[in-house]
């Protein structure tokens, strides 16, 4: 049996009955990394040693009949979570030989509850892109199609579950960096609503749209990793004590669901293919006895603007820290401005670069309210339109790309339509809404990105739906991968 090919509540019930050990599972999905990674590019860092002693840990706790939903089941993390003594790059020059003397909250439950750390993915530098070509080391590559992205910015959580080095991997989303390239790879994304998982120990890009979210294989897996790793904390002020029904979640119900259908979202940007499969979706809903009705939300044409506004301002600030001086490279120069000059110069690629100009600029004095305090505004306009939505529909249904993959290069000279990547997803970080990521089928061999929203802290009908949804699309099968 191909371990490395089942889904993680597969898994889990093999350990259980003693099938196969959690040294075993983690072995294969090491020597599925060692045989696959050199083509895919998924991980930056194998930690192979702190792997095997997880898996033997867990495998105590299994013993002693003590073990969760995902004791002894390999796990892999987006390299800007933070992970003691496992090095935290962000995929920047900047970071690079950096190794966290703590352990940032989503890895320290992750590790309490027995999981079992393969190693920290790649993504776009600082979480900065839509494509995972914007890394300072290398670009990830989609293992259905190798001349393609895998999206971004958490590009290698999404390979490394859509080819099997991983059944659960963590990303961070902050415009859709979770959803598009789980869309983009064929495997399920979650974005939670902000608030509901700590980023304390994930390294900052935008902090009021920032949120670390889970891919899996199946809605079950991404269920068991997101409460993994919810709940209050109180190293992040941002974070709450809702109530939350995992018994609940599990129920697939789609009969008499209101499902909402934002025509801004299956407008002219969305490609015929997209458009196409997400219409058949909708077709299966009814089918199942859901109601899907069409729903207008104007702000959502102005969510791209909006966000690369707020996103590289608060980047500009949370940035700042990169000096030289307090940690990661240093530049030596005659004076601290040169040596600050140097490191930075030499530290940050040219997307990020990009960003903390634009987000300086926006902050400036003279410009301040032309622009970031404008977003705000925007911002809140757009999140009151969809509150008054879920006032109607329990969700909202829209594509999670506007496209499938894009070949390697191709929008690396055209920003516009690299930013317009994030078009369907940017909305419910804007409103920090919890929101899920499907696959609906494929275009000329590429998966296609079904995405579902609800409203605040309503993961409960955002899983019940997800799972009824789940049971009418096509199943999960690991792509085919050519290795020279």
Same mark, same amino acid.
């Given at each position: ?23 075993? $599972? ?175 120990? &994930? ?5 009021? &749209? ?12 991404? *269920? ?57 979706? &909708? ?26 506004? *707020? ?29 600050? %000059? ?49 006032? %109607?529909?329990?969700? $909202? ?48 061999? $590429? ?38």
């Amino acid at each position: 049996m191909d371990l490395c090919g089942l889904a993680a509540a597969q898994m889990r019930r093999m350990l259980d009955s003693r099938e196969v050990s959690a040294e075993e $599972l983690a072995r294969a999905h090491l020597d599925r990394i060692s045989r696959l990674d050199p083509a895919v590019r998924a991980f930056i860092t194998v930690c192979e040693d702190r792997t095997l002693t997880d898996a033997a840990e867990a495998q105590k706790q299994i013993d002693g009949g003590g073990q969760g939903a995902l004791t002894g089941i390999p796990v892999a993390l987006k390299d800007n979570m933070i992970t003691k003594g496992v090095r935290t790059t962000c995929a920047s020059r900047i970071l690079e030989k950096y190794v966290p003397p703590f352990e940032g909250t989503a890895a320290e439950r992750l590790r309490r509850a027995g999981a079992v750390l393969l190693g920290k993915t790649n993504l776009d530098e600082f979480a900065m892109g839509s494509s995972t070509e914007y890394s300072a080391f290398f670009t990830t590559r989609n293992p259905w199609d190798l001349e393609r992205v895998p999206g971004g910015s958490s590009g290698g959580s999404a390979a490394a579950v859509a080819s099997g080095m991983a059944p659960i991997a963590y990303g961070s989303d902050t415009g859709g960096s979770v959803r598009q390239p789980a869309a983009l790879c064929g495997v399920v994304g979650l974005k939670p609503t902000y608030g509901r998982i700590s980023r304390y120990g &994930l390294v900052a890009f935008s902090s009021s &749209l920032d949120q670390i979210g889970p891919f899996g294989r199946s809605v079950e897996d991404v *269920i068991c990793a997101f409460e993994a790793v919810m709940g209050r904390d109180p190293h992040d002020s941002t974070t709450v004590d809702m109530p939350y029904d995992g018994s609940k979640a599990r129920e697939p119900v789609l009969k008499g669901r209101r499902i909402g259908v934002p025509s801004e979202l299956l407008s002219g940007e969305i490609a015929p293919d997209v458009s196409h499969a997400v219409r058949a979706a &909708l077709d299966l809903i009814s089918d199942a006895g859901g109601e899907t009705e069409e729903v207008s939300l104007p702000m959502i044409e102005h969510g791209v603007a909006t966000y690369y506004i *707020i996103a590289p301002a608060e980047a500009s600030s949370n940035l700042a820290r990169y000096d030289g001086v307090r940690y990661g490279l240093r530049i030596d120069a005659d004076d601290s401005i040169e040596m600050m %000059k140097g490191t930075r110069s030499a530290g940050f690629g040219s997307e990020v670069t990009q960003r903390i100009m634009i987000g300086t600029y926006v902050l400036s004095a003279g410009y301040y309210d032309a622009f970031y305090t404008k977003a705000h505004q925007a911002r809140t306009i757009m999140k009151r339109q969809f509150q008054e939505a879920f006032r %109607k529909f329990d969700l $909202l249904i829209a594509p999670t790309s506007p496209v499938p993959a894009f070949r390697l290069g191709e929008r690396l000279d055209d920003p516009m339509a690299m930013k317009l990547a994030d078009f369907c997803t940017i909305p419910a970080n804007i409103g920090g809404f919890p929101a899920i990521s499907l696959n609906c089928g494929f275009s000329n061999g $590429l998966p296609i990105g079904v995405q579902l929203i609800a409203d605040s802290f309503q993961e409960e009908t955002l899983f019940s739906v997800a799972l009824a949804l789940e049971n009418l699309l096509p199943p999960f099968a690991l792509p085919e991968i050519e290795v020279a």
